[in-house]
């Protein structure tokens, strides 16, 4: 008999591990799981009983978040491989992603100076496109080809466009704020 | 003087008896207490037939304290020992606090949180809150007809960590044992969600008296999710009656005035305000102590004018919580109206305006979380066997650490759902180092000097090595009630040292211990009589944990675990009657030590079973 969960996160929410996942089936599973370690089910129960359910509803928060983005969920995937992304060591690009990068940083520097908030919500839903782009080759990378190497160069990729993604908003916030 | 209620031990509640357990609203300007009786969430009423408590607190010269419309009619005549609105500034240093100086009260700069003078001396807020919180509680009692095991307290979604503690400091020293803090938003979602069986998302929106809370929820079967949260912890019904003050001095062309009138000409503002949600002029005139006459006519398009900008203020952070939880407008289903404030026909027309949706206004906005809170404290305090509700909130603001420059390191992003841990690496940065010192804040500005401090701590008797050879490793763990603590260890020694992160702006255990003692006014003996209560009470609760939860999966231990368990509860329930509190707190530790691996494979065992609904063959038991 096992002691205690120790399983990775896809086997928590009884899942396969890999990179396509069922969003919906997840969301389920979470809350299947939720409904039976979350601290508000033990606020009469012993210390040893609130503890062990802090950190299961604590461990299954963080792996429900780790799994429904996927960035996250293919970098979580590499990282069970045995595989580090080096998103901070390893900034090597390929030359058009590069040009790409340029493009997005310029328009958004530019729609930010004019404070034209309808044009950062426009490069934010090209940006979405992008992403999806890619999502879409890592399914293939990760699922079918297993290309680890492949893989982690596209998670860099995505890494980098979540982060341009999040100075966006935060910039629309600002802007909104003045 | 408050009494103390001693009840023998084993006269506590068995186990399959409905337990009593209230939610409380502890609102900017009124409070109020609900309970579930059968099966129905309601509001507890005074003598008078009132639900609402005005959370006014009012300090007499025979050194009594009146609480509640009493202390109300008092706030004119006596402004300076009249604490109204004490919310604003629970967990606030005197700086966070930007309108002192229109304020009628003596302000102490103290440290961590502000204080304020009154003919009972300097009282923290957590003190002037505690008293309308003891008021809720005897009511409470007195309607249920026995002692209560728990109360749930609202807050606003948007308080930080010290206006958390510092609501659970003031239940604390009221005499309640919180069974969680809950947030407003969320539990008024509870009440309208579980009323009306909704499904989808759907938006509370939540102006009080002193706050703004905005809150976005998926609901499902009896799951609460909230995706993304965000609002304003200065902003209320009070800022428009302020307004209107302003309007009145400035049509008036008053001088300065004293306390008193200001005292009464806001609480004219306020009833011109209430007045205009259903009419379109409010005539506003008084006689001032300065023998000064006013008499004015506000209609509600001037009143719209002056606070179209408060309104504004409100719709930024809804903006920005669609945002977060990556939804637009058109996914809402619909959006709770919470809070008296939401009475005034401009703030529904905004946010009809807003989501292209007129917003649902047919609970009352004074009672709806007080209703929600009282279900929750209900299925917290185990009265429903069926798991047909779970709440799941968020952390509203980031947490985050002081890096060089004065620069913020975001820890914990805002809005990830709770309880959430998260284990932060450092090294030391010159040869034999043995101390470090952590800066806890929280905010979403860049700059540290922008965000709330929450703790400084120093991590001492790291063993001296080379620069960057230790490895420190910091966690975070926030838990559900939205609190935080800090646990750091150095990883190549196993230096431990656990931070609570109280001091910067909370009150200390030794403060707090303090202001029990003297509100109970009581000798040395009693402080004892009542920890060895205290003591009792818990070890009764947890020998009924257990007990419950050996029937329910004793098959789980092998015959000598169990014995194991036996004897410490054997040995527990002996020192019960013996001990004293030290003694039977440890009795507690030991037998909660002794119950840890049954605790998991119980869990483990319910996870498993909860999936095994849909794969059997995946198991592997």
Redesign the interface.
Same mark, same amino acid.
Request: proline share 2%; charged share 30%; no cysteine.
């Given at each position: 008999? =096992?002691? *205690? @969960?120790t399983q990775n996160h896809f086997e928590l929410?009884?899942l396969p591990v890999q990179f396509s996942i069922d969003l919906d089936q997840l969301n389920q599973?979470f809350? #299947? !799981? &939720? %409904?039976? !370690?979350?601290?508000?089910?033990f606020?009469?129960? %012993?210390?040893?009983?609130r +503890? #062990? *359910?802090?950190q +299961?509803? =604590?461990q299954a928060?963080?792996a429900? &978040?780790t799994l429904k983005k996927p960035t996250s969920r293919a970098r979580y995937l590499l990282q069970l491989h045995g595989i580090d992304t080096q998103e901070d060591s390893n900034t090597a690009m390929p030359g058009d992603f590069l040009m790409l990068q340029m493009e997005w940083r310029e328009a958004m520097e530019e729609a930010s100076d004019a404070h034209d908030i309808d044009a950062l919500e426009r490069l934010l839903t090209e940006m979405r496109k992008a992403a999806r782009q890619f999502q879409q080759d890592l399914q293939q990378q990760l699922d079918e080809n297993r290309a680890f190497e492949q893989a982690s160069g596209t998670v860099r990729k995505l890494s980098f466009i979540d982060k341009v993604q999040a100075d966006i908003?935060q910039t @629309? %916030?600002k802007l909104?704020?003045a | 003087m408050a009494l103390l209620q001693i009840a023998e031990p084993g006269m506590s509640a068995a186990p399959h008896q409905h337990k009593l357990a209230v939610g409380i609203d502890l609102g900017t300007t009124n409070s109020l207490v609900a309970t579930v009786r059968s099966g129905m969430s309601t509001v507890l009423h005074d003598e008078e037939g009132h639900a609402l408590l005005p959370s006014v607190v009012h300090y007499l010269p025979d050194g009594s304290v009146e609480v509640g419309y009493t202390a109300q009619a008092q706030q004119s005549q006596d402004p300076h020992n009249t604490i109204v609105s004490v919310k604003r500034f629970m967990g606030r240093g005197l700086k966070d606090v930007g309108d002192t100086a229109q304020l009628p009260y003596q302000f102490v700069d103290t440290p961590g949180m502000l204080q304020i003078q009154t003919r009972a001396g300097q009282k923290s807020p957590v003190e002037v809150s505690a008293e309308i919180l003891k008021v809720l509680k005897q009511r409470a009692e007195k309607a249920l007809g026995g002692e209560l095991t728990g109360a749930v307290i609202t807050v606003p979604a948007y308080f930080d960590d010290a206006q958390r503690q510092a609501t659970k400091d003031a239940a604390r020293l009221a005499g309640l044992t919180v069974l969680r803090l809950l947030n407003e938003p969320t539990a008024a979602a509870v009440a309208y969600g579980l009323d009306n069986a909704s499904e989808g998302v759907y938006v509370i929106y939540d102006l009080g008296g002193g706050t703004f809370d905005v809150s976005i929820l998926r609901l499902s079967k009896g799951v609460f999710e909230v995706l993304a949260t965000n609002g304003d912890s200065a902003l209320g019904g009070d800022d428009f009656d302020r307004r209107i003050f302003c309007w009145i001095l400035e049509q008036a062309k008053l001088p300065p005035i004293n306390p008193e009138d200001t005292r009464l000409l806001l609480t004219k503002s306020r009833e011109a305000k209430e007045w205009l949600s259903d009419h379109t002029e409010a005539r506003i005139t008084s006689i001032l102590k300065s023998g000064d006459l006013v008499d004015l006519t506000l209609t509600s398009a001037k009143l719209k004018e002056l606070t179209q900008h408060l309104i504004t203020k409100t719709l930024n952070p809804t903006r920005k919580a669609l945002r977060d939880a990556g939804l637009a407008v058109e996914d809402v289903k619909g959006i709770v109206m919470v809070g008296g404030a939401t009475r005034m026909p401009q703030v529904r027309h905004a946010v009809a305006e807003f989501f292209e949706q007129d917003p649902l206004t047919n609970l009352d906005p004074d009672k709806v979380v007080a209703l929600g809170a009282a279900i929750q404290a209900n299925v917290l305090a185990g009265n429903r066997s069926e798991n047909d509700l779970l709440l799941l909130d968020v952390i509203p603001l980031s947490l985050g650490l002081e890096t060089m420059g004065g620069l913020t390191e975001r820890v914990i992003p805002r809005n990830s759902t709770l309880p959430i841990a998260r284990a932060q690496d450092f090294t030391t940065f010159k040869d034999g180092q043995t101390a470090m010192s952590i800066h806890v804040v929280q905010g979403e500005r860049e700059l540290v000097s922008d965000c709330r401090s929450l703790a400084r701590f120093e991590l001492r008797g790291i063993p001296s090595m080379a620069a960057g050879a230790a490895r420190i490793r910091v966690t975070f763990q926030v838990d559900a009630d939205g609190l935080l603590s800090v646990t750091a260890r150095e990883q190549t020694s196993g230096v431990e040292s656990h931070i609570t992160v109280k001091p910067s702006y909370g009150l200390s255990e030794d403060e707090i211990a303090d202001m029990l003692q003297s509100s109970f006014n009581a000798a040395d003996s009693d402080k004892q009589a009542r920890a060895l209560q205290e003591a009792r009470v818990d070890a009764e609760r947890l020998l009924e944990a257990i007990a419950a939860a050996l029937s329910q999966d004793g098959d789980l231990l092998a015959e000598a675990e169990r014995k194991q368990i036996e004897t410490s509860m054997e040995q527990l329930r002996n020192l019960m009657n013996s001990g004293n509190s030290h003694e039977i707190h440890d009795a507690v530790e030991a037998l909660n030590h002794a119950t840890e691996e049954f605790a998991a494979r119980r869990m483990d065992t319910s996870v498993r079973k909860a999936l095994a609904g849909q794969k059997l063959n995946t198991l592997e038991l």
């Open positions: 008999m =096992t002691q *205690s @969960i929410f009884d599973q809350r #299947k !799981v &939720q %409904s039976e !370690v979350h601290p508000d089910r606020a009469a129960a %012993s210390g040893a009983e +503890l #062990k *359910s802090m +299961l509803a =604590t928060n963080e429900y &978040q908003e @629309i %916030s909104e704020d | -």
